[in-house]
């Protein structure tokens, strides 16, 4: 593979003169976070920075979330004369969390915060789409720029394409850039391969008798079982999941009960797994059901098990990961560019990455003077980023496009 390509854009350059105005809407969609796969106000104040742009805006029906495309001026290419198609993507949604960081510009909205950096990740691509249009002449192909809800558990990725929109033209990658406080600032980490894992949501019902609990014989209590069970599944991943192909299952919540002497009669059980092959994922499965029935079944209880499907494991094309190696280091230098090891957390850009080949990556945004080890991580309610990161992302979505539209991955 070739990926010697180099442009003579300073997207460094641009980058940096692109920041300002990616801080000022990063804030505003911070300060106004909505959560779930309807963002009306943030996909509006996206519409608002991308007016006037040489832009085709489509947009679904299951969703807030739209593409802008930007077709070059430049034909050529390898794709019937009109040139490549390059996907980017930027999720938009916040969590349902409380913020707790005290910044002027922290969450005006109750319960509601953008403590996995969407609001960053959006203005990067909204700095990006301005960047690249101002190129447009000089773009041999085309780009798609993906603004998305619902990343946050609600399958919006899955959503948008179900409504056609990477369809006509169908992009022939894809990336995506995720930061992280936990990070040196600027730094840009990935891997080939598996990077993240598949998420399932586990549910069980242990149904029992309840009664008087000075009388326990005379009930048949379903909390002990479901303790057992809780042990069993922990006691399955250690000993029967390879350390090869590593798994996580935790329960993370037993709901029974309502006094203190009170035995109830049922107990919700809720939990989380996640692997790194659909082959695992398939083992637990089996085993999260065969165990809530079985261990129930074996104390005269009913054990009735839930899996909600998550989202798939992320894999990331060996080609498009070397050419985010490339342009890593081509912006930042050497040691600009790191391999992590896979991740336990979960991501939607997963379905895209199943429709076409792309990679994420992670990019570090690490506040000055912090200590990227121990600051707030993601999904925590301080979480905070320097914002100086936004223009090395806006950097690295310009040249990874401008370098997939003239080379491919060759």
């Known amino acids: 593979m070739s990926l010697d390509f180099e442009s003579s854009t300073d997207w460094a350059a641009i980058g940096e003169e692109s920041l300002d105005a990616a801080i000022e809407l990063r804030r505003a969609i911070h300060a106004d976070p909505e959560v779930g796969l309807h963002c009306p106000r943030t996909s509006d104040k996206v519409k608002a920075a991308l007016a006037g742009l040489p832009l085709e805006i489509r947009e679904g029906t299951s969703t807030t979330g739209f593409v802008a495309i930007l077709r070059g001026g430049r034909g050529g290419g390898t794709a019937g004369g009109n040139g490549r198609t390059v996907l980017l993507r930027g999720d938009m949604d916040a969590l349902p969390m409380q913020e707790e960081t005290g910044l002027p510009f ?12 969407h609001d960053s990740h959006t203005a990067m691509l909204v700095g990006a789409a301005k960047a690249l249009c101002a190129r447009r ?58 990077l993240m894992a598949s998420t399932d949501t586990l549910r069980a019902t242990i149904t029992g008798r309840g009664g008087h609990a000075a009388m326990p014989h005379d009930c048949l209590d379903p909390l002990p079982i479901a303790c057992e069970i809780v042990t069993a599944l922990q006691t399955y991943v250690a000993r029967q999941v390879a350390v090869t192909d590593p798994a996580v299952l935790s329960i993370t919540k037993l709901n029974a009960g309502s006094a203190h002497n009170v035995i109830p009669s049922s107990v919700e059980m809720l939990g989380t797994m996640r692997t790194l092959s659909e082959r695992t994922r398939e083992q637990l499965r089996a085993a999260f059901v065969r165990m809530v029935e079985g261990i129930a079944a074996a104390h005269g209880a009913v054990g009735t098990p839930t899996i909600e499907q998550g989202y798939p ?88 496009a401008e370098r997939f539209l003239a080379n491919g991955f060759d």
């Open 106 to 117: 922290a969450s005006k909205i109750d319960g509601a915060m953008h403590a996995c950096g």
């Open 313 to 400: 494991v992320t894999v990331n094309d060996p080609r498009a990961t070397d050419l985010i190696k490339a342009v890593a280091t081509t912006i930042g230098g050497e040691g600009a560019y790191q391999v992590m090891p896979p991740m336990m957390g979960a991501e939607d850009f997963s379905y895209v990455l199943q429709k076409l080949p792309g990679a994420m990556a992670f990019i570090g945004a690490a506040p000055e003077g912090s200590d990227p080890r121990t600051n707030p991580p993601l999904h925590n309610t301080k979480m905070t980023i320097d914002e100086r990161v936004m223009a090395h992302g806006i950097a690295v979505h310009c040249a990874v």
């Open 137 to 194: 002449d000089d773009l041999p192909g085309t780009v798609v720029f993906m603004f998305q809800p619902g990343e946050e558990g609600h399958h919006g990725a899955l959503h948008m394409i179900a409504d056609g929109l990477l369809d006509a033209p169908l992009p022939e990658a894809g990336f995506a850039l995720h930061i992280s406080p936990n990070m040196p600032m600027g730094h840009v980490v990935s891997r080939s391969g598996t």
